[in-house]
């Protein structure tokens, strides 16, 4: 990494540092959260209903961005859809038969029954049939950071990885058949670019498959976990009956969690039932009607369930990007606080803060999971200058304020 001007070699070095990976012992998201700030509940808003904090809320925002501009660079289209929608849309698509042991139960408006959705997919059926649509348009891929809601049971709700309110990565591809097993491998591949960028790693994936009984619907199942099978070719899987969405067989990417429960983070699903039910067409190169394949996929899941396998992974001391604090200024005496002030005011996009009350030991010691700490004296501000010290306690020589702070920039800078 070279800094806007000037440079830095010691400086440079933190970038590595900060992109790497280190194995560490896992935390329990629940207790760590609230000890940093990061989320809390209360029960007049209600259990698996938790709401962030500022610097949970930094976090989140910043795994959001990440997530769209990875989305973007791939050729999605982002959309937003309402978190409500009438019972009939979801006896349409199969969630009301299937699911509604996990649905919230209708509200009546109006004359109307509403329903929270436990799903975006039926919203997203609608938005791709919302017009006429050619085979030159495909594969048209459409996302949303949306809401649902599952009517979770009390007894298994837990801090952010099982909640009845749920903010979820979700996106849908409308293609043709010819298209589906590559669009299927270009999300594992996202997924699998997500997970290094957040530095975390799969437990195993997993194919799922339908079982028995009557829970799933009729449909070209054998084709659907053929084209999933071919995509994982060359990755090591389990493939386990009773685990497919009712509409289909699905990819799930399993991690685990710090008392080494197994959850489902990211999926990749082939749907062949929701474009039969909601009729949804294409014009072919033969100028006939088509149906075309949907393909679900979430790359980091839940928003809710991605933060805390972060903070179990990582401690707190987040990759530099997703650092709630970024930099810490730490002015020596009063004397050092308006040249901190006006160094705060040039940070641009970083998040920073001034922390000027107690020792200065105590401080650093403080900030120990903050990426870049600069102690301010009376040298620094004679010289315009910031000495920087690194989250694993290594220091660099002083600087040029703008010098450091060009390369603070470009080592926090959303991947």
Same mark, same amino acid.
Do not use: M
């Given at each position: 990494m070279s800094p806007a001007r000037g440079g830095c070699?010691? @400086?440079r070095l933190v970038v590595t540092r900060l992109a790497v990976h280190e194995e560490s012992t896992m935390h329990d998201h629940r207790k760590l959260g609230r000890e940093l700030g990061l989320f809390d509940t209360d029960p007049l808003i209600g259990a698996g209903l938790p709401y962030w904090l500022p610097d949970g809320a930094a976090v989140r925002?910043? #795994?959001e961005e990440y997530v769209r501009r990875l989305e973007r660079r791939s050729g999605y289209r982002h959309v937003n859809s309402p978190v409500l929608g009438k019972r009939d849309l979801y006896e349409i698509s199969g969630h009301w038969a299937h699911y509604r042991d996990d649905m919230y139960p209708p509200m009546d408006v109006g004359g109307e029954q509403l329903v929270l959705r436990p799903s975006l997919c039926p919203h997203h059926a609608l938005?791709? /049939?919302? /017009?006429? *649509?050619?085979?030159r348009e495909l594969p048209l891929r459409i996302a949303e950071l949306g809401g649902m809601y599952r009517a979770e049971l009390s007894g298994v709700l837990g801090g952010l990885s099982r909640v009845r309110a749920i903010h979820l990565n979700d996106a849908h591809i409308f293609c043709t058949l010819d298209q589906v097993e590559a669009e299927v491998a270009a999300a594992l591949a996202m997924i699998r670019q997500a997970y290094d960028a957040l530095g975390i790693s799969p437990a195993r994936y997993r194919l799922s498959l339908p079982g028995d009984g009557g829970k799933y619907v009729a449909g070209n199942w054998d084709r659907a976990a053929d084209i999933l099978r071919s995509a994982l070719d060359g990755l090591p899987y389990d493939a386990v009956e009773g685990e497919a969405a009712f509409y289909g067989p699905k990819i799930d990417v399993q991690i685990v969690d710090s008392a080494g *429960?197994?959850?489902? #983070?990211?999926? +990749?699903? +082939?749907d062949f039932h929701q474009p039969e039910q909601f009729d949804l067409e294409y014009i072919g190169p033969d100028a006939a009607k088509h149906r075309p394949v949907m393909v679900h996929r979430s790359i980091i899941g839940s928003v809710e369930r991605a933060v805390a396998q972060l903070v179990e992974v990582h401690g707190g001391a987040f990759p530099g990007w997703l650092a709630p604090?970024? @930099? *810490? @200024? @730490?002015?020596?005496?009063?004397?050092?606080v308006p040249y901190a002030r006006e160094? #705060?005011?040039?940070c641009g996009d970083v998040r920073a803060?001034? +922390?000027?009350q107690g020792s200065l030991g105590a401080r650093i010691r403080d900030g120990r999971l903050v990426p870049f700490q600069a102690v301010i004296g009376r040298e620094e501000v004679a010289a315009g200058q910031l000495s920087v010290r690194l989250r694993d306690g290594s220091r660099v020589d002083a600087q040029p304020a703008e010098d450091a702070l060009a390369s603070i920039r470009e080592a926090v800078r959303v991947p």
């Open positions: 070699p010691g @400086l925002h910043s #795994l938005i791709y /049939r919302s /017009r006429g *649509r050619s085979h *429960r197994e959850s489902t #983070l990211s999926t +990749v699903q +082939v604090v970024q @930099l *810490r @200024l @730490l002015p020596v005496s009063e004397a050092e160094i #705060l005011n040039r803060e001034i +922390v000027a």
